[in-house]
């Protein structure tokens, strides 16, 4: 007989996979963004949520991010009385993640997070190549709406099962290497949050806009899919 993960099972495989894709992700920035350049910070997220979607997928359904939550309530296709308690989950893994990333870049003589932005979101002179707000919004509403739009399509009972995570850690790198000279790539509240605490300052009062425009595009994603695709795609 199969059984359902219970609601702890779930919130748990959200804080872990949202640990690992911040870990990961902005771990490869941090620790090794000068060996490995953009493409492989890109790389580096694509696989971290790739991986993380068949790790923590089948118990959860691997949002490991509060606008992708969003899009899938929206385009209903996830229950929105649960979206609180993902969203919480979410934030406290990247948190947690970022935590120990600041622990380990401290080993490092003369290492201080709010001078190296410790890979934090920004805008004019935080945006790695001097993009402006309204730059920067619009790159984070669009790319968030597509990178939603393909985890809707990719997860849908039309696409080709087993394969939604190659198209979503994909679907991830491509907009990594879009807009890590933007903004250096949100599309996720919670990544955005979890390494914002600890740059301070700057990139504490920019994160707002890291919040809500992922969010913003997430809904849109969430609205079109379900008008073009209907309820059970």
């Not at 709406?145 to 099962?161: D, M, P, Q, T």
Request: aromatic share 10%; charged share 10%; hydrophobic share 55%.
């Amino acid at each position: 007989m199969t059984t359902h993960p219970s609601t702890s099972q779930k919130l748990s495989a959200e804080l872990l996979g949202t640990f690992w894709l911040v870990l990961g992700g902005c771990g490869t920035a941090v620790l090794a963004g000068d060996q490995v350049g953009a493409p492989g910070i890109a790389a580096a997220f694509g696989l971290t949520v790739l991986t993380g979607a068949y790790a923590f997928g089948p118990v959860s359904g691997g949002h490991f991010n509060p606008a992708v939550t969003v899009g899938l309530a929206t385009a209903r296709r996830f229950a929105w009385r649960d979206a609180p308690g993902y969203v919480v989950a979410q934030v406290v893994g990247a948190t947690l993640a970022g935590a120990l990333l600041l622990a380990i870049a401290s080993g490092k003589d003369g290492f201080s997070a709010s001078a190296s932005g410790f890979a934090s979101n920004g805008f004019g002179d935080r945006s790695p190549g001097g993009y402006g707000f309204w730059a920067v919004v619009a790159t984070e509403v669009v790319l968030t709406a597509f990178f939603v739009l393909v985890i809707l399509g990719a997860s849908s009972k039309r696409a080709a099962a087993g394969f939604s995570g190659v198209a979503i850690g994909l679907a991830l790198t491509l907009v990594h290497l879009i807009s890590i000279p933007v903004s250096n790539t949100s599309v996720n509240p919670a990544r955005s949050l979890g390494v914002a605490w600890f740059a301070g300052g700057d990139a504490l009062a920019q994160v707002w806009v890291f919040v809500a425009a992922p969010v913003i595009g997430a809904a849109i994603a969430g609205v079109a899919h379900a008008l073009v695709l209907g309820d059970e795609a």
